[in-house]
């Protein structure tokens, strides 16, 4: 029998000693025995409890309901635990709590925060450990800024950033230092800190687009060569570059746009506004945005942006609809193989129907039958057998009533 397969039999039949001892060879366990069966505090469960820190804290606070040397000692084995012992048992400061809670420095803070309630030097130096809690000690704690928990706070770029921002609150060459170990939070520095451009800032965004157009856009407010050429990094950013920093079209914007079809055909029709070669090309890499660029930039039809949307039947369809205007071999080929496009094609841009739309239609009963009503507009031994047996056959009989010509092909 396991330690909590004899809890759980105690609970049911009842306590004895042997259940007890079983009881008692699992910390939580013996905690949960003493709580529910005992209801009282014992030796032998307070013993197995503070087998483990956890379970230590537990008895004291639920069971004892009262600190206790051994109960405290074996909470003291973990910074956690001890720092609850403290809070929720102790309820009072105490140096070995403390000296226990200082190996930890998010407990150390804590501590100081919530327990002491005031700065000392070893929760502070414990902090210090740390450069998220050294921040954390000189806001909530200190309320006001030192060397030590500054020069904590400055081995992590965002933590130097919240320093300068919330405990400084001002800028400093140390903290804008650290801050420029990544772009963002070089870009974060100098707009929400500095409050204007500078060269170290600036250049420290140049290895990521977003800080770099972020840069341009909020902190200069113009466009500089090192924030063009970090967002040239991703094509969206250079895209908004061009749009909205230089409010024109150069090379290394577009060049880094067409490095996907989106942001090619953007370019083309947002900032170059007109068609080009090379936009045109990074657009025909997607079905999709090849159609676009059909549509909107060149507003006609192409070889190659007709080749490129045929690899999607659904766009092959669209763009036989609104580019060509009409039917064509490789876009209707191009539908054959799904469901709705060769009926929806067949409706719409032959606008009558042939062998080869209705047998692509005829793989599913939905688009047979439809293909039947709309566009046979009479009934036909293809359409008849591809319903045959589903629930689109009751249907497909009724069409007899709608059609004028009744004969079956």
């Known amino acids: 029998m396991t330690p909590k397969e004899a809890f759980e039999f105690a609970k049911k039949w009842g306590a004895s000693n042997e259940i007890r001892k079983i009881v008692c060879q699992d910390s939580e366990c013996a905690y949960l025995y003493a709580l529910e069966i005992d209801k009282c505090p014992q030796d032998d469960t307070r013993n197995a409890a503070c087998k483990n820190p956890r379970w230590a804290f537990y008895y004291a606070k639920d069971i004892d309901k009262e600190p206790r040397e051994n109960t405290r000692r074996i909470a003291s084995k973990n910074p956690c635990w001890i720092y609850f012992y403290a809070l929720k048992v102790d309820k009072k400061p105490r140096n070995d709590t403390r000296e226990a809670v200082c190996q930890d420095p998010q ?37 006001e800024p030192r060397d030590d928990t500054r020069e904590a706070a400055c081995k992590d770029p ?25 772009p963002y939070h070089a870009y974060r520095y100098a707009n929400n800190i500095d409050q204007e451009p500078r060269e170290d800032t600036r250049n420290a965004v140049q290895k990521d687009a977003f800080a770099g157009y972020s840069y341009a856009e909020e902190v200069d407010k113009k466009p500089q060569d090192n924030t063009r050429e970090a967002a040239c990094k991703e094509p969206y950013y250079a895209f908004y570059y061009a749009l909205n920093i230089d409010k024109k079209s150069r090379e290394d914007t577009r060049d880094a746009a067409c490095q996907k079809s989106g942001e090619a055909y953007w370019y083309a029709k947002y900032v170059d506004k007109h068609a080009r070669d090379d936009t045109r090309e990074a657009a025909c890499k997607n079905s999709e945005y090849a159609f676009l660029y059909a549509r909107d930039v060149d507003q006609c039809p192409r070889e190659d942006t007709r080749k490129a949307a045929c690899k999607s039947p659904h766009i092959a369809y669209l763009y036989a609809l609104y580019i060509d205007k009409k039917p064509r071999k490789d876009t209707r080929k191009a539908v054959y193989n799904s469901l709705a496009w060769p009926y929806k094609y067949a409706k719409d841009v032959d606008k009558c129907s042939r062998e080869d739309t209705r047998e692509a239609a005829c793989k599913d009963p939905k688009y047979a039958y439809l293909y039947a009503k709309n566009v046979d507009r009479y009934l036909h031994e293809k359409t008849r057998n591809a319903v045959k047996n589903t629930e689109y056959e009751e249907k497909y009989e009724l069409l007899l009533n709608l059609f004028s010509k009744e004969e079956i092909m």
């Open 158 to 182: 965002h933590n130097a950033c919240l320093y300068a921002e919330e405990v400084d609150k001002k800028p400093r060459d140390d903290t804008r230092k650290a801050a420029c170990n990544d």
């Open 107 to 143: 407990y150390a803070y804590e501590y100081a925060k919530n327990i002491d309630k005031k700065p000392r030097e070893d929760t502070r130096k414990a902090a210090c450990e740390d450069s998220e809690y050294a921040f954390l000690y000189a806001r909530d704690i200190d309320k």
